[in-house]
């Protein structure tokens, strides 16, 4: 079982970037499909972006498409959300999950994070 820590959030002008970080334990990162996703105040969560264990594979949220990247680092066992062009739409708390399986093959979410608060002011 992996076991998530995100770190990397805190409050940011509109239009301003941040980096959010998700430090993993265990062996099994390395092998594991990785996503982010996020829930706002009084919304459900809600999945932001995705990425093969091999970071041969990406998917995103339209909403965050071409703003966000997720990348990987498995020498560091550390999962990364870079955000751009921020909007106080994405104020949220982020958190990030390990796949069962394989995203693509429909896996559920085995593991999760306590979260990061991302704060973005107008």
Known sequence: QVQLVESGGGLVQAGGSLRLSCAASGRTFTFSDMGWFRQASGKE???????????GD????????DRFI???DNAK????LQ?????PEDTA????AAYSGRYRQ???LRSWGPGTQVTVSS
Do not use: H, P
């Open 70 to 72: 997720i990348s990987r």
């Open 106 to 108: 429909g896996a559920d």
């Open 58 to 65: 990406r998917n995103y949220a339209a909403s965050v498409k």
């Open 93 to 96: 708390v982020y958190y990030c």
């Open 83 to 87: 955000m751009n062009s921020l909007t």
């Open 45 to 55: 969560r809600e999945f932001v972006a995705y990425i093969s264990w091999s970071s």
């Open 77 to 80: 066992n550390t999962l990364y």
